[in-house]
């Protein structure tokens, strides 16, 4: 099974478990909403890099009514959710069944964000990507990145494993799905945070930061100059 297959298969009870597998649940995304600095009512144009069922970009549409959204995602039954939860809000995304690392992308977006996803690429391909983020940001543009993070340090690393093994026991996920979760991440290639800011700095971005960060899950990201 690829990690397109593996997600697809999760689609169905996805959205369901994201408040028990990301116990920090409700701080780190409305940090990753909050951070967005636009007028509420901006006409924005935003693209979502491995949307999957569009539980961040819903988010950020509620909240940004005007906002126009351009969906890309390997995983055609995680994006068809996507599509259902803009409907129910009357929207209608553009949507790219794609690899994002690879596919052309428009070049004119007032904000790049992503959920979660960018941990399952390789050190060199976050740093591409990072480099294809800016280029494809309006000058003045905003990428807004919530993912999880390697610990700086293995003894680090271990703590935050832990951590989050007995945050999500203590709220009550079932060992069959631990045991799908756990398979999912078999997936994952998460680089430090530390790293992750440097390569954002060296690829042109400004006023990088990491607005939020408990443990493994991290809120960071940075601007296209002016």
């Known amino acids: 099974m690829n990690i397109q297959q593996a997600f697809n298969a999760a689609a169905a009870d996805y959205d369901k478990l ?12 409305r940090t990753a909403v909050e951070v967005i600095p636009s007028e509420r009512n901006a006409p924005l144009k935003v693209l979502d890099l491995g949307a999957g069922t569009g539980l961040y970009s819903g988010m950020v549409q509620a909240v940004f009514p005007n906002a126009e959204f351009t969906l890309i995602d390997l995983a055609t039954e995680m994006l068809e959710k996507a599509i259902a939860r803009f ?3 009357g929207k209608y995304p553009k949507i790219l069944i794609d690899d994002y690392l690879e596919t052309d992308l428009e070049s004119d977006y007032d904000l790049v964000i992503s959920g979660l996803s960018i941990h399952h690429l390789s050190d060199p391909d976050k740093q591409r990507l990072y480099q294809r983020i800016y280029h494809t940001l309006t000058p003045g543009g905003m990428f807004v990145n919530a993912e999880q993070v390697l610990g ?4 680090l690393e271990k703590q935050y494993r832990q951590q989050w ?3 999500i026991r203590a709220l009550g996920i079932s060992e069959e799905d631990l ?4 398979k999912r991440m078999e997936y994952d290639r998460m680089a430090p945070l530390g790293s992750q800011l440097d390569w954002l700095e060296a690829a042109g971005f400004q006023d990088v930061d990491c607005w939020y960060k408990n443990f493994s899950f991290a809120v960071f990201g940075g601007r296209r100059p002016i």
């Open 18 to 29: 994201r408040r028990t597998l990301i116990p920090c649940f409700d701080d780190f995304y």
């Open 87 to 89: 409907s129910h809000m």
């Open 152 to 155: 700086k340090t293995p003894h």
């Open 165 to 167: 093994l007995d945050s």
């Open 179 to 182: 045991s799908a979760a756990l």
